[in-house]
């Protein structure tokens, strides 16, 4: 399984950007995806996630109403899109995954429910 990242980069205070990861799987028979963050000094965070249970989506309370989790060409390809941003937004994104045959649960927020990891990219707010 791979997972790469792209999209991150430096916007301005109120500007959007649109992170993309591209996932490599053998078969897509029930998933978590999850879009986590992690600022300098501070622990890695959930943004958003996805579960491929009815496609029910999760998202950090700061985020909500900015940002959109989607995914699309068969589930592998999933999308951040953020609007809005702000410099607290800054930090590096990783996208991650979990791959369970019948996956019918809600996706979660820990760290360790994910077992594929992109590689991170910096996502730069400035003011």
């Known amino acids: 399984v791979q997972l790469v990242e792209s999209g991150g980069g430096v916007v301005q205070s109120g500007g959007s950007l649109r992170l993309s990861c591209t996932i490599s799987?053998?078969?897509?028979?029930?998933?978590?995806l999850a879009w986590f963050r992690q600022a300098p000094g501070k622990e890695r965070e959930a943004v958003s996630c996805i579960s491929s249970s009815d496609g029910i989506t999760d998202y950090l309370d700061s985020v909500k109403g900015r940002f959109t989790i989607s995914t699309s060409d068969g589930k592998k390809t999933m999308y951040l899109q953020m609007n809005s941003l702000k410099p607290e937004d800054s930090a590096i994104y990783y996208c991650?995954?979990?791959?369970?045959?019948?996956?019918?649960?809600?996706?979660?927020?820990?760290?360790?429910?994910?077992?594929?990891w992109g590689q991170g990219m910096q996502v730069t707010v400035s003011s």
């Open positions: 799987v053998t078969t897509f028979d029930g998933y978590a």
């Open positions: 991650a995954a979990h791959f369970e045959p019948g996956f019918r649960r809600r996706c979660g927020r820990h760290t360790t429910g994910y077992q594929h």
